[in-house]
């Protein structure tokens, strides 16, 4: 297990060896930043999403974060310094913290990597906003051999439905549960 701090940030990364998901989030928001752990915001459904997709075995809670290593999951963030919102965060510290998860990616190799957020995937791919980008599991893996999922951001500012970003999660949950080779092309989904 480790706890790896985010450069210069007051909350830590959640990764060890084994990672079925890392979870990848924008920035820690001004509770997470406050209180060093990840999804702190009050309404933030990231510890909901988990456990009613059945990701974890049970509801965590921002304080108990680095257990999430129990169910083989991870959490960074594509930048660490703390914002009130991801429009805070320019284009050149989104551009470092997508070198930066490369490098992670390379490290950990986790069977796939969650964005949570189109906008954070395709600000790690490096495409302008008009690019489209579907929900789910993206043709072109994040890394070789790590899978790339983009998910609806938990946060309740979000519009997503509930039900949509639960299905989504539990979506994940299925295919990373399943054996490497059973797993679906992205046109399955």
Known sequence: ME???????????????????????????????????HFAGPGNLFWALLYE?????????????????????????????VTPGSADLTVAELAAGADRLRSLLRRWRPRAVAFLGKDLYRAYAGWSASRPVEWGLQPVPAAPGVGAWVLPNPSRRSTVPYGLRLHLFRRLAEVVAAPAAESPSPAGL
Not at 8 to 13: E, K, R, Y
Not at 60 to 69: F, I, V
Request: proline share 6%; aromatic share 6%.
């Open 3 to 37: 706890e790896t701090m985010a450069a210069g940030g007051a909350v830590p990364d959640i990764l060890g060896p084994g990672l079925a998901v890392l979870f990848v989030g924008y920035n820690p928001g001004r509770y997470s930043g406050a209180g060093g752990h």
């Open 53 to 81: 997709s059945g990701l974890t075995g049970q509801r965590l809670s921002p304080e108990r974060d680095h257990e999430l290593l129990l169910w083989h999951l991870g959490v960074t963030n594509l930048v660490a310094r």
